[in-house]
């Protein structure tokens, strides 16, 4: 960066988007793989993307996780607003700062998610409000794929124009693309919004921006299982446990330290043979922050059928390549 000093740069942050579909519908794209980290979910992956911590030193090992405090209480990371969520202080915005750059977080469909996960995940960026691409009031809101694109590029355009005038800035934008995914898959709609961005992204790069698109982690096809909810529901009553995580990766806290080595037994026995019972410290490092916050025991999907949303069609959390390989893509 430092041969092209007044150079903007365009991040686009691109939730649920998986390397094989950006492959597909940026032809134009220096394109790489950017494996996810472990768990691929949302809280876990876009806090390594921005802080370059592994999630072993930014603590945040997921969805819902035993509260910072060390309290036994679980906590949702979207609805957690305490202390001692993260120690990650540094972020890709700090960096710009010290590298001559207007840092600009477009908070997009991240607007309403207001928690101390994205104050950490946003720290020293100055935010942009008022624009949203899949969400209305922080709940999904369908677009044609057309006025999905359109308003990504007036986002990305208006927050040039406002604050890109006198240096160059560092402009970060979160399109959830994840909510079409979780319902429809990667579709139609999918991909003609990324080839729309893919081409804005080119004309961008024609006016000498520099542009990144990237994303967190890619969705499979995953069904809600009610047998499997029910039978996990009756164990955790019977072996005394609850159940933290979410998606396709849920993690298990037994009441008793010690009854873990049965309860896995119990659940082996039971469980189908595409649900995959884990000790905790094969993904989370023994002795980690991360790994105090996750249950003992973990619950990976290896098949389509495990927990979900019902009203979702692809889910992500696990280990499955379609959801570790994500797309890396320069347009310059
Ligand atoms: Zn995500």
Same mark, same amino acid.
Request: net charge negative; proline share 7%; charged share 20%.
């Given at each position: 960066?430092?041969?092209?000093?007044? =150079?903007?740069?365009?991040?686009?942050?691109?939730?649920?988007?998986?390397l094989?579909?950006?492959r597909?519908?940026?032809?134009?794209?220096?394109?790489?793989?950017?494996?996810?980290?472990?768990?691929?979910?949302?809280?876990a992956?876009?806090?390594?993307?921005?802080?370059?911590?592994?999630?072993?030193?930014?603590?945040?090992?997921?969805?819902?996780?035993?509260?910072?405090s060390?309290?036994? +209480?679980?906590?949702?990371?979207?609805?957690?607003?305490?202390?001692?969520?993260?120690?990650?202080?540094?972020?890709?915005?700090?960096?710009?700062?010290?590298?001559?750059?207007?840092?600009?977080?477009?908070?997009?469909?991240?607007?309403?998610?207001?928690?101390?996960?994205?104050?950490?995940?946003?720290?020293?960026a100055?935010?942009?409000?008022?624009?949203s691409?899949?969400?209305l009031?922080?709940?999904? =809101?369908?677009r044609?794929?057309?006025?999905?694109?359109?308003?990504?590029?007036?986002?990305?355009?208006?927050?040039?124009?406002?604050h890109?005038?006198?240096?160059?800035?560092?402009?970060?934008?979160?399109?959830?693309?994840?909510q079409?995914?979780?319902?429809?898959?990667?579709d139609?709609?999918?991909?003609?919004?990324?080839t729309?961005?893919?081409?804005?992204?080119?004309?961008?790069?024609?006016?000498?921006?520099?542009?990144? %698109?990237?994303?967190?982690?890619g969705?499979?096809?995953?069904?809600?299982?009610?047998?499997?909810?029910?039978?996990?529901?009756?164990?955790?009553?019977?072996?005394?446990?609850?159940?933290?995580?979410?998606?396709?990766?849920?993690?298990?806290?037994?009441?008793?330290?010690?009854g873990?080595? /049965?309860?896995?037994?119990?659940?082996?026995?039971?469980?189908?043979?595409?649900?995959?019972?884990?000790?905790?410290? =094969?993904?989370?490092?023994?002795?980690? %922050?991360?790994?105090?916050?996750?249950?003992?025991?973990?619950?990976?999907? /290896?098949?389509? +059928?495990f927990?979900?949303?019902?009203a979702? +069609?692809?889910?992500?959390?696990?280990?499955?390549?379609?959801e570790t390989?994500?797309?890396? %893509?320069?347009?310059?």
């Open positions: 960066m430092a041969e092209h000093p007044a =150079r903007h740069v365009v991040v686009l942050a691109l939730d649920g988007v998986n094989e579909v950006a597909a519908c940026w032809p134009s794209a220096d394109l790489r793989l950017m494996r996810s980290v472990s768990p691929t979910t949302s809280s992956c876009w806090l390594s993307s921005l802080t370059g911590l592994a999630v072993t030193d930014h603590a945040v090992p997921g969805v819902v996780f035993r509260a910072p060390g309290h036994p +209480r679980l906590v949702t990371f979207l609805d957690y607003d305490g202390a001692d969520l993260t120690p990650a202080t540094d972020t890709v915005f700090s960096d710009a700062a010290r590298h001559g750059r207007t840092p600009l977080a477009v908070l997009g469909d991240m607007e309403h998610y207001g928690s101390a996960w994205r104050d950490a995940l946003l720290r020293h100055h935010p942009v409000a008022g624009h691409f899949y969400t009031d922080g709940t999904y =809101r369908p044609p794929p057309a006025e999905v694109a359109a308003r990504v590029r007036t986002a990305v355009e208006e927050t040039l124009a406002r890109g005038t006198r240096q160059p800035c560092l402009l970060w934008c979160y399109v959830e693309v994840d079409h995914v979780h319902r429809h898959g990667y139609g709609h999918t991909a003609e919004v990324l729309a961005l893919g081409e804005f992204a080119e004309a961008l790069a024609a006016r000498d921006v520099v542009v990144v %698109a990237h994303a967190d982690h969705l499979v096809p995953t069904v809600h299982d009610p047998a499997l909810a029910g039978l996990l529901d009756d164990m955790g009553q019977r072996h005394g446990f609850t159940m933290g995580g979410a998606g396709r990766m849920r993690w298990l806290y037994p009441e008793r330290r010690a873990g080595a /049965e309860v896995t037994a119990r659940l082996r026995e039971a469980l189908p043979s595409d649900v995959r019972v884990l000790p905790a410290d =094969r993904v989370f490092a023994p002795g980690s %922050a991360a790994r105090a916050r996750v249950g003992d025991i973990l619950l990976v999907a /290896e098949g389509e +059928r927990l979900t949303d019902p979702y +069609r692809y889910d992500h959390g696990s280990f499955a390549p379609e390989d994500t797309p890396f %893509a320069l347009w310059r």
